[in-house]
């Protein structure tokens, strides 16, 4: 039977702001917490609340270490629209993250695969993570794990549904075709002690109703969060 925790939300600010708390309560109770967060439009809401918070309540970010869930094969933080733009942009930097706390996949790296050995001797030393908030694809990929990834897989790269594809257009002003990404593995993302799903916007309706049937069915990777012990779904679909 499913697990997850269903957050009743008032609409996007407030989902944002749930979802920020929960992250911000991980922190203070484990200030050296590795945590991972999707980048996308999802969480803007709740990196801005991320931010005003911490301030507000003056929570020390700085012995967090920050792991990449996912990237742009073909990208970096200097392009505009990808993962790591986005983490910069509304959370590395008003946070004033130092890069030695953050451990992000580089799209652009000629040993694309040296990438995913990185990142899976990085999580074999020091993980699991304690926390993972992810967005939901249109299609139900969680990171760029696609319908039908295999689930014992660490980083990897991915071939990009037809789907990923079209719905990534929205994040750049250049037309770049990209038709690969790496990503965390499905193994990874499950394996965090707790999970936080946001989602909002009627283009997530139907992987949001898949989630509801509280069935795993890897034809919709968000359905394997029913299996997991610690998650919530903070959604306003
Ligand atoms: C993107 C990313 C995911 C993200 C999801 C939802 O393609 N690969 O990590 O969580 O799709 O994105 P958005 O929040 O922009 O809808």
Redesign the pocket.
Known sequence: MSKITYLATKDYQDLSQQAASLIIAEIVSNPKAMICL??????IGTFGELVRMAKDQAVDFSLVTFVS??EWVGLDGQNEGS?RSYLDKYLYKPLNIKAEQIKFFDGKALDIMGECEKMNAFLAEFGPLNLCL?????NG????NEPYSAFDQNAYVCDLDEI?QT??N??FKTAYNIKQ?I?LGLQQILSADKIITI???D??QAAVTALRAGVADIACPVTLLNEHQDCYAILFV
Do not use: E, M, Q, R
């Open positions: 999707a980048a996308g439009d999802t969480p869930l996912d993962c992810l967005g939901i694809g249109v990929h969680l990171g760029f990923t719905v990534g929205k994040y990404g990503t989602a909002n916007g283009s997530k």
